[in-house]
């Protein structure tokens, strides 16, 4: 069973504005990661967050952990229609530490 | 530095037929990753390669799935016979070890018809 759940499973906002989107997850971790999936490409890695650490930024994007909800959101600010994509949070294996677990994503759709 | 580099893009096959995937991971990579993801839904790990030996295949479907990375550079995923339910995306991944956050590299993946 996936570790990760994203919400929501769909988001659509006008360009310019924020746009949040939630990972919980069920078993302890070592880091969190957050990647961005356009349609007909790969996945490419956009942050990691270490389960000692409670946020983290990087550009427009600004991540979240409360690992006693085992919880984690991203922030995207100032969206642009480049944005549009799915995202997904995934969490390394507890005895596997190579190993990530990927939600079913969030799909986001920027208005221009 | 090159991509992780999968062939091919696009594959149509009838069921019960037999089709074989390519990835060739970053160079120096030494840990590489196949998932599938079926449309909808995130990537399911298949098979995890440490160099050319077996880290994870506790999701593979051996009896009709199988894997190598000869040399622990490439590697082949192959399905035989392929049923309706393997109709996803293929995707190849690389990392340059396993240690904890270790961020991996995706390849575009194969997309996979099942007639």
């Known amino acids: 069973s996936q570790q990760g759940e994203e919400d929501p499973q769909a988001l659509s906002i006008q360009e310019g504005e924020n746009a949040t989107m939630n990972c919980s997850y069920k078993t302890s971790i070592n880091n969190l990661q957050w990647y961005r999936q356009n349609s007909g490409r790969g996945l490419v890695h956009l942050i990691l967050i270490r389960s000692n650490e409670r946020e983290k930024h990087s550009g427009r994007l600004r991540v979240t952990l409360d690992t006693s909800k085992k919880s984690s959101s991203l922030l995207i600010t100032a969206s642009r229609a480049a944005d549009t994509a799915s995202y997904f949070c995934a969490t390394d294996g507890s005895t596997n530490a190579g190993k990530s677990t990927f939600g079913d994503g969030t799909t986001l759709t920027v208005k221009p | 530095e090159a991509g992780v580099a999968q062939s091919p893009r696009y594959k149509i096959i009838e069921k019960r037929q037999s089709v074989a995937f390519w990835c060739n991971p970053i160079s120096g990579h030494a840990t590489l990753y196949w998932y599938q993801q079926i449309l909808g839904q995130g990537p399911k790990l298949l098979i995890q390669f440490q160099n050319n030996g077996v880290v994870d295949d506790s999701q593979l479907p051996k009896d009709r799935f199988s894997a190598e990375r000869l040399k622990g550079v490439d590697s082949t995923l192959k399905i035989q016979p392929a049923k309706l339910e393997d109709s996803a995306v293929y995707l190849c991944?690389?990392?340059?070890?396993?240690?904890?956050?270790?961020?991996?590299?995706f390849g575009d993946g194969t997309r996979l018809s099942i007639l």
């Open positions: 991944a690389s990392s340059l070890g396993d240690l904890p956050g270790q961020p991996q590299h």
